[in-house]
């Protein structure tokens, strides 16, 4: 068996430099592209616009890395730039034909991926389009969330059990009267995989059950943390904004419709195991094909949920 071919039998992780380096590179990609997306954040910018500059941004900046090398390293975006705005919750990312533009004092809430030969650097932040400083509700759940995420990063480690992170949040946004939204996960981060299967609850329910086993040595987690000045229970209102999609690779089904082979085709060669954005897909084509795929689980929607309107979410 040649070097190469042992290498892609062992699951490489955080004791390879290679792997951390790959890491690092994914994370100062991300971050300069977040400072990009937020200087693009101001009134009146349409927020297709802002997420197509963020992943062009992504695209172009992975895309010069690792050039000149004998094996072919995947790079780019991990997850689509997001700009979900005011009490939309998250994976807002509009089709090019949207016209939504950004409006003085809104709340935004940006997220976005990017990845080095499957090592992924994913990054979140709120950005409030206002001159001076933020006042009412928004500040409390502002601070809640900033100060949940430090305590969350001091338990995401070796001995520490996932449980101790979900109850340390719950107590920080009680602390600030705030309601921490249900449904979002902490995953584990692997080679290519963006949500493993071991995952942190933000809120404990009777209804999930996951394994409460310890973090261990060299685990990636992304820490995804949201909070509300609502009541935390957000619901999907129009399943047209869902953009987001990922290829449920262990799925299959005969497609009926020319439209849907013609689409899911594409993404299989375009978008194989990453999320990805109907926006780079043909529009009119994608609205139809995309349905039966979803139908029939060969692609995870990232659905756009919703607390209620006035609700501040962070």
């Known amino acids: ?14 004791t390879s430099p290679e792997v951390v380096t790959k890491y690092k590179s994914a994370a100062e990609i991300i971050n300069k592209a977040l400072q990009l997306v937020i200087w693009e954040c101001k009134p009146k910018a349409k927020v297709v616009d802002v997420c197509e500059k963020g992943d062009s941004y992504i695209r172009e900046q992975s895309g010069n890395m690792y050039k000149n090398v004998k094996r072919k390293i995947e790079r780019g975006v991990a997850f689509p730039t997001c700009i979900s705005v ?15 533009v950004l409006e003085e004092g809104d709340l935004v809430k940006i997220d976005m991926g990017c990845h080095i030969d499957g090592y ?33 990063m001091r338990l995401v480690r070796p001995g520490k059990k996932k449980k101790d992170v979900t109850d340390a949040i719950q107590k920080v946004a009680a602390a600030y009267d705030c309601k921490i939204v ?8 692997k080679q290519f ?8 609850l933000s809120v404990s329910s009777p209804d999930t059950r996951i394994d409460d086993a310890e973090f261990e ?68 084509m994608a609205r139809l094909g995309l349905v039966e795929c979803v ?19 962070i």
């Open 86 to 100: 005011n009490n939309t919750v998250c994976h807002f990312s509009p089709l090019a034909s949207d016209e939504i």
């Open 182 to 189: 249900e449904g979002v996960l902490s995953h584990q981060l």
């Open 120 to 152: 992924i650097a994913v990054v979140a932040h709120t950005h409030v389009l206002q001159e001076g400083p933020v006042t009412g509700k928004a500040v409390d759940v502002i601070a809640a969330v900033n100060t949940a995420v430090e305590v969350a």
């Open 193 to 200: 995989v963006i949500d493993g299967n071991k995952v942190v």
């Open 295 to 313: 139908n029939h689980e060969l692609l995870q929607p990232y659905p756009v949920l919703h607390e209620k309107s006035g609700d501040n979410v």
């Open 1 to 14: 068996m040649s070097s190469d071919d042992e290498r892609e039998e062992k699951e490489l992780d955080l």
């Open 217 to 284: 040595e060299n685990e990636v987690y992304a820490v995804d943390i949201v909070a509300s000045t609502g009541e935390g229970k957000p619901k999907l209102l129009e399943e047209k904004q869902t953009t987001i999609y990922k290829r449920a690779v262990d799925k299959s089904y005969r497609l009926k419709m020319k439209a849907s082979r013609f689409i899911f085709s594409e993404i299989s060669q375009k978008f194989p195991i990453m999320p990805f954005s109907a926006r780079a897909l043909e529009e009119k």
